[in-house]
């Protein structure tokens, strides 16, 4: 397991009493490097959206129990934050949510001289997602192949 991985299971098994205790949903964790710092980034969402004060309640409560564990050897910087619109679709609980659910999907490669496609979340297993398109037909993309899926914006 990696570093970043390690990180990130250790952080969601400390986050995880929290965001029961306060009924929310731990949408995802990620440990990146940007712009040259680190990141320990927390995902958090409730029905009805999380608020700022909610993200401030789990910061403050996270960075306390990371300053005892100390298992980051790296300096970085701490975001608690709702996923936001766009939210990527990664655990099984968000593809199960998003069936029926309009998604972008973008692809490491170019399928067909196109990197973008956008449809209705039909079908997903470990290995494939599944949209039907505007036209009808229906497009399977290996798991492997996507680089991002998300729920689409309409403006």
Known sequence: MSKKETYEQKTEALLMPLIEEHQFELVDVEYVKEAGS???????????GITIDDCEVISRALSDLLDEEDFIEDAYILEVSSPGLGRPLKKEKDFARSLGEKVEIRTFRPIDRQKEFVGILKGYDKQTVTIETE?????????????????????
Request: proline share 3%; hydrophobic share 50%; no cysteine.
């Open 38 to 48: 680190w990141y320990l980034r927390a995902y958090i969402d409730k029905p009805g």
């Open 135 to 155: 036209n009808g037909g229906a497009l399977s993309f290996m798991r492997t192949d996507i680089a991002l899926i998300r729920l689409a914006i309409d403006f």
